[in-house]
């Protein structure tokens, strides 16, 4: 079944370091991908998507791009900030507008 | 303009009662999910509703059921409490034009 898969946390870095965190799919047609982050104690925030192959989806300074061939969206940013401490989550969505298919996270920690 | 809400911020229940949770759209929004997420895991999709009626389904129990009201906000019902439904529940709205899922906070279920 279609499903997400993404690097395991915690990842702890430096503030002013680079981040990549890794995500892959599996899906039996073509979905859109998305990037979403929560906060402690709060919901989930779209951060970025990616609706077909090759699009890159960016925001914040986060960037992800759509491999197809890879059945990838990865997510980098060049310097990361304390304040991008956060799980960030890797979803697609076969249905548009349908049912969001969730990895299990990622924890990133930003320290000064 | 008022986001997605939810109600209530977090519950208390023991085995075998019910729970109901409810929420409100973001304004224009016509179309809501309900999301389970466990401690350290991604949200699972548990149904989707439009136009008051059940448009998809994830792979939840009867016990697990739903509405939609003519304002398009939404009740999760939750009948024969297990312990394992301790989660977080985040509801997410979108419109059928638009697609894109804004989520609410959150209720935090505890079973005891």
């Known amino acids: 079944g279609d499903s997400v898969t993404q690097m395991e946390g915690p990842v702890t870095l430096s503030e002013e370091a680079c981040l990549t965190i890794n995500c892959t799919y599996t899906a039996t047609g073509y979905p859109s991908l998305f990037w979403y982050v929560q906060y402690p104690g709060e919901g989930l925030q779209l951060l970025l998507k990616?609706?077909?192959?090759?699009d890159k989806g960016s925001n914040k300074g986060f960037e992800a791009t759509y491999r197809k061939e890879t059945t990838s969206f990865h997510l980098e940013k060049g310097s990361v900030q304390v304040s991008d401490s956060a799980v960030y989550f890797c979803?697609?969505?076969?249905?548009?507008?349908?049912?969001?298919?969730f990895g299990q996270g990622t924890e990133l920690s930003v320290k000064p | 303009d008022a986001g997605v809400t939810q109600s209530p911020t977090h519950l208390i229940k023991t085995r075998g009662q019910q729970v109901t949770l409810r929420c409100s759209p973001k304004?224009?929004?016509?179309?809501v999910s309900w999301y389970q997420q466990a401690l350290g895991q991604g949200p699972q999709f548990i149904f989707q509703?439009?136009?008051?009626?059940?448009?998809q389904r994830g792979n939840f129990p009867d016990r697990f059921s739903g509405h939609q009201f003519p304002n398009y906000s939404s009740e999760l019902n939750v009948n024969a409490l297990l312990l394992g439904d301790s989660a977080l529940y985040l509801c997410?709205?979108?419109?059928?034009?638009?697609?894109?899922?804004?989520f609410g906070p959150g209720t935090r279920l505890t079973v005891l």
């Open positions: 997410a709205s979108s419109s059928l034009q638009l697609k894109e899922q804004f």
């Open positions: 979803a697609q969505d076969y249905n548009q507008g349908g049912k969001l298919i």
């Open positions: 304004s224009g929004h016509d179309t």
């Open positions: 990616a609706t077909k192959a090759d």
């Open positions: 509703y439009y136009e008051e009626e059940e448009r």
